[in-house]
């Protein structure tokens, strides 16, 4: 299937690891021109040399501080020439569950996650009008997804906030063309994660978390969430937006950790 996106031009944050450099990947296979976005200058050169066939640009800078975001998506732009759509990635834990965490840490949460996306999007915004519309895609958790929480009650209530912000957003920006989705993965497992580390440091809570929440048996992959991420940024979903899609193989549980 054609998707249609050969020319378009994408930024993406947390775009040198894991989830992000794999929705990156697909893009460029599809003809996607990038702006790599991420803290890591070093991270983001090993990225770009791993995507090939399309032009690459990298901004290391730090996704929470809105001004440096801003300047950081204006001048990626300005070298590709225009942005067509928007996948706001980064993201992660700050804290953890209400009796261990501060106020500090549910602003911290929330700035990562759902502050960060919506100044990515805001920075794009005026790209994507001069380009006659384009499509954004918030990667969230199933953390915040229908009603399932995990430990660390600061990322299920961030993730939770930024599912949100995807469905006012879809509202807000519908007359300028701009289609904003929400992307849930459940458990991704890929080298260096999360998942990896925990799988090594308790092999046997992981082999349990397997049989009793997922229902094939193992984790998801970043392709499967990547091919899904492409599907919703393309034209063939032309009319979808305001969507919370989840993307974690019928999983229960959304954590092998409990309150």
């Known amino acids: 299937m054609d998707l249609g996106l050969r020319g378009k031009r994408a930024v993406v944050t947390g775009g040198s690891r894991g989830i ?14 990038l702006l790599l976005l991420a803290r890591g200058a070093e991270a983001l050169a090993a990225a770009a040399e791993r995507v090939e066939g399309v032009r ?28 067509d759509l928007v996948v706001a990635n980064a993201g992660g834990a700050v804290g953890g569950n209400l009796a261990d965490s501060t106020p500090g840490d549910f602003a911290a ?6 502050g960060h996306s919506a100044a990515l999007v ?26 399932r929480v995990a430990p660390r009650t ?15 957003l879809a509202q807000e920006l519908a ?18 994660g999360g998942w990896d580390s925990f799988r090594e440091q308790h092999p046997e809570q992981f082999a349990r978390f397997l049989d009793e929440e997922l ?36 999983q229960g549980r959304p954590s092998a950790r409990r309150f």
């Open 109 to 114: 949460a929330y700035q990562l996650n759902a």
């Open 20 to 33: 992000g450099l794999g929705i990156a990947t697909a893009l460029a296979a599809e003809g996607v021109d």
């Open 122 to 147: 805001q920075a794009a915004l005026p790209h994507l009008r001069r380009s006659g519309g384009g499509a954004c895609l918030l990667v969230t958790s199933i953390n915040g997804s229908g009603g």
């Open 56 to 83: 690459v640009v990298t901004r290391a800078v730090d996704v929470t501080d809105a001004e440096a975001l801003r300047t950081a998506v204006d001048s990626g732009a300005d070298e590709l020439g225009g942005l």
């Open 175 to 192: 007359p300028d063309r701009v289609r904003v989705n929400a992307l849930s993965p459940g458990s991704i497992l890929f080298p260096g």
């Open 215 to 250: 229902p094939y048996g193992r984790l998801g992959t970043v392709e499967e969430v990547a091919d899904v991420a492409v599907f919703l940024l393309s034209e063939r979903a032309s009319w979808v937006t305001g969507a919370d899609v989840v993307v974690d193989g019928g």
């Open 154 to 168: 600061t990322y299920s209530v961030a993730k939770a906030a930024q599912i949100q912000l995807a469905k006012a």
